[in-house]
């Protein structure tokens, strides 16, 4: 085991500098993770808002069942039929009961959708930062790079022109292209 941790730690270590070295990479698996969460925050909130469309359904089903007892519990009080009065007054009980859950249900539900949504309103504002500052390092990035290409392409035509005007310089060359030529004549001629 303890050659897998010390592997594992080397390895997390050459990860982290690596990343450290390129942060434009390190930007982007964060952005890509705040995506991940974003995708993930818009399917749960199409969940809840499902649910909370049941519940409705549910709610209403319920609330127009209790407005059918309540007329069956006045026409038979009107009839003057307690045996059938009294056990719907229960059902009817039962129902709002039922119908109490029900709209405590839909409370929570529009609660937990209102903190979804602004849990995405989160990621998508800290999305688009990290987007900026991904766009910002890698301008910086490219800027650098184009600056190392000046230096260095001054510094080639300075060495070049430096060279050049070295008569030691143009004598070797000379001599060098000269053994050249004739190592490939001898090869041609064999």
Request: charged share 35%; no cysteine; aromatic share 6%.
């Amino acid at each position: 085991m303890g050659l897998f941790d010390d592997l594992g730690r080397f390895l997390e270590t050459r990860i982290d500098e690596f990343l450290k070295n390129n942060p434009q990479l390190e930007l982007q698996a964060l952005e890509e993770k705040l995506y991940e969460q974003e995708q993930e925050t818009r399917r749960l909130l199409a969940d809840l808002r499902l649910r909370e469309k049941t519940v409705e359904a549910e709610i209403l089903t319920t609330a127009q069942d209790i407005q059918r007892w309540h007329v069956r519990i006045e026409k038979a009080r009107s009839a003057g039929r307690l045996d059938l009065a009294e056990p719907a007054e229960a059902h009817e009980a039962s129902l709002l009961r039922e119908g109490n859950q029900k709209w405590g249900q839909m409370q929570v539900l529009k609660e937990r959708i209102q903190q979804t949504e602004d849990l995405q309103r989160k990621i998508q504002i800290r999305r688009q930062e990290l987007q900026a500052e991904i766009k910002q390092v890698k301008a910086a990035q490219a800027a650098q790079a184009e600056k190392r290409w000046a230096v260095d392409g001054w510094n080639q035509s300075f060495s070049s022109a430096d060279k050049a005007s070295d008569p030691l310089e143009q004598r070797f060359q000379q001599w060098e292209t000269q053994e050249e030529l004739n190592e490939m004549k001898r090869n041609l001629g064999r």
